[in-house]
């Protein structure tokens, strides 16, 4: 089955506790991405990348990190977690471009 | 002024009824458009896609694009309770990722 997999779903962690939410397709699929879902606010742009080693700060890159060593997997990385930093965020990935986007379960994230 | 526009709603209709829900851009340079489905506690799902101006029918959904107006729109046909879910609306250049709508919720109620 076609899928993208976020681990873990739902997490909470403390201020300033380094954190790595990874995400996995096996699709092959060459582009993959982060969003964060806020209420009043939708969805935004985290990081992305177009292919191995390739990544882009999307609108809200301040306080996280990605990194693509292998086409299926880009782990969202959040070194000093900070309260600002509670949301849902979503792993995405495509086969062309950034258009007709799978997306992920989504992880809920709530730092204290 | 935000790139992507969205009637947030709540949107609440009667089982059977024909829904619309549109988006307006201010980015001209915009040439995909995608509305996703998003049920509660979910991630969004691909419900329709096109390229650039036109209209796109696929079942009881039917998606069109005014790239002269910068406005798209979804009609959903014979609403039906399952349909009741947030529906966002994205755009993408191709080679940025998707700017999204915030959403707008709807209810079908039987």
């Known amino acids: 089955e076609a899928q993208v997999t976020q681990n873990p779903r739902y997490l909470i962690t403390v201020t300033g506790k380094k954190l790595t939410v990874t995400c996995s397709q096996n699709m092959n699929h060459e582009y993959m991405s982060w969003y964060r879902q806020d209420p009043g606010l939708g969805l935004r742009q985290i990081y992305y990348?177009?292919?191995?080693?390739?990544?882009d700060k999307g609108d809200v890159p301040e306080g996280y990190k990605v990194s693509r060593k292998e086409k299926r997997n880009f782990p969202l990385i959040l070194e000093s977690p900070s309260p600002n930093q509670t949301s849902l965020y979503f792993c995405?990935?495509?086969?062309?471009?950034?258009?007709?986007?799978?997306f992920g379960q989504g992880t809920r994230l709530t730092v204290v | 002024q935000k790139e992507v526009e969205q009637d947030p709603g709540p949107l609440s209709v009667p089982e059977g009824a024909i829904v619309s829900l549109n988006c307006t851009y201010s980015?001209?340079?915009?040439?995909?458009f995608m509305w996703y489905r998003q049920y509660s506690r979910k991630g969004p799902e691909l419900l329709m896609y096109?390229?650039?101006?036109g209209n796109k029918e696929d079942g009881r959904f039917t998606a069109q694009v005014d790239k002269s107006s910068k406005y798209i729109s979804l009609f959903i046909r014979d609403s039906q309770p399952s349909d009741s879910a947030t529906y966002l609306c994205a755009m993408s250049k191709g080679n940025t990722p998707l700017v999204f709508g915030k959403g707008t919720r709807l209810s079908v109620i039987a």
């Open positions: 980015n001209s340079a915009f040439q995909y």
């Open positions: 990348s177009m292919n191995v080693e390739v990544t």
């Open positions: 995405a990935s495509s086969r062309q471009g950034y258009t007709e986007a799978f």
């Open positions: 096109t390229y650039s101006s």
